[in-house]
């Protein structure tokens, strides 16, 4: 019996005050591995080695990072990417739409509808965002969202994608003005505790048995408030959540 050849992958992390100490304490972390390094993971806040990463094996995801018009945050995020696309394809096995709140560029949902584009087409695929960044706004100030035209080109960019209904505005006006009776998939990434909780609220009762809801802030430390108030409302919804590493919050029905 043959091992696979082993696979690797450096990118980006978020949080971090010294890159150059970082970056020289991962270089002592290699040296000090069995493997020198060839297995070792470093993305996106984790570092792991001695492990198979499957999806780095696949061809759709090796393009993808391999790809020098893809910025490098979506490339940091592949392993989060991993797990919508998994629980995607497990929720359309059900019946109902499927809704992404806080869309930013589109990144992470071009990857989904291409990878699953066939079986999206007779769907509904919401992609609900407030595109914009007014001083004083909680959430975060990405750089996109300083873009006047970023609710615009989001559009244009999905334009292939028939299945797609791009709505710009707060989720919490949003989401009881579109008329959605039954969700298949939902990935919440506001970061933002408010309008997530409100989500949550909404949603719950509209989630069809089989199909998910992935919150992206859920682990992170850094978001922790979302954790506690959502755990509150988890709680009283009698459901529960699994944190992976990624910081993903991950809730099956
Ligand atoms: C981290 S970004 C989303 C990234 C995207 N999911 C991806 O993976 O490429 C967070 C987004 O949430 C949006 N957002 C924040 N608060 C919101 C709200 N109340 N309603 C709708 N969108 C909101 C922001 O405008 C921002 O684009």
Redesign the pocket.
Known sequence: MSKLQPVSMEAGHFNVRDKKKFAKGLAMIKESLNCGGATLFSSDNMILWNKNYSMLREKAYAEYISDEQIDI??KT?IW??YVLDFLLKRSLQVDGNII??????????MFLCNQNAEMLKDRIFYL??????NQG????K?R??LDKNLYTKVQDRFGKHKFIKVIQ????D?LPRINIDKIAFA?I????A??ELFSLAFLASKISRGGSIIF?DYGWWGYSEQKLELDKKLNDLNLDILELPTGQGIVLF
């Open positions: 945050v979506p995020i989060r990417t992404e709140l806080g869309v930013l560029k589109g990144d992470t949902a609900i965002d407030l595109f914009e960044w706004d909680i959430h975060t990405h996109s969202l505005g707060d989720a919490e949003i990935h990434d506001m970061n933002d408010v309008p992206d």
